[in-house]
């Protein structure tokens, strides 16, 4: 899979240069440089066809978009990937406070509704197999 992404990077840095170039023949551009501006051209054109090329390799990876805003704003994408992962283990750290809360909470509510209850509470462990709690 590496190779398929060299190869994407090494079309893409071979059409920035090509780019490069032919602004540079665009900006100072004089009748005598007809011939190198319509080779730059068709260089343009073969390399937009071998990114597409590696375009058909790599069609099943999908990038997710806020990853292009965070290259629009000038910020490492791979904070992205940071930063979904904090969020995934902050979000992981509420759901287990919430699990542990609702457990005590089982238990207690057992307990309570033993005392109140006894009755009631034997025939429901005896059919749900709760202990009870200590």
């Known amino acids: 899979m590496a190779e398929k ?5 090494e079309h ?4 920035i240069e090509n780019i ?3 602004g540079i023949i665009v900006s100072d551009f004089q009748p005598s440089s007809q011939t ?3 080779q730059k051209l068709n260089f343009m054109i073969s390399g937009l066809q071998d990114i597409e090329k590696c375009r058909q390799q790599l ?3 999908n990038v997710p978009l806020e990853v292009f805003e965070y290259i629009d704003q000038g910020r490492n994408p ?3 990937t940071k930063e979904c992962l904090e969020r995934a283990l902050a979000r992981n750290e509420q759901v287990k406070g919430k699990i542990d ?3 005590k909470f089982k238990s207690l509510l057992i307990s309570e509704l033993g005392k109140v209850f006894p009755e009631d509470m034997a025939k429901y462990k005896a059919i749900h197999g709760e202990d009870t709690p200590s």
Do not use: P, V
Not at 5 to 9: G, I, K
Not at 12 to 15: A, C, D, G, T
């Open 78 to 80: 791979q904070l992205y």
């Open 20 to 22: 490069r170039q032919l």
């Open 59 to 61: 069609h099943e990876i």
């Open 5 to 9: 992404f060299d190869n994407l990077e």
């Open 12 to 15: 893409l840095e071979k059409f």
């Open 36 to 38: 190198g501006l319509n």
């Open 101 to 103: 809360t609702m457990t």
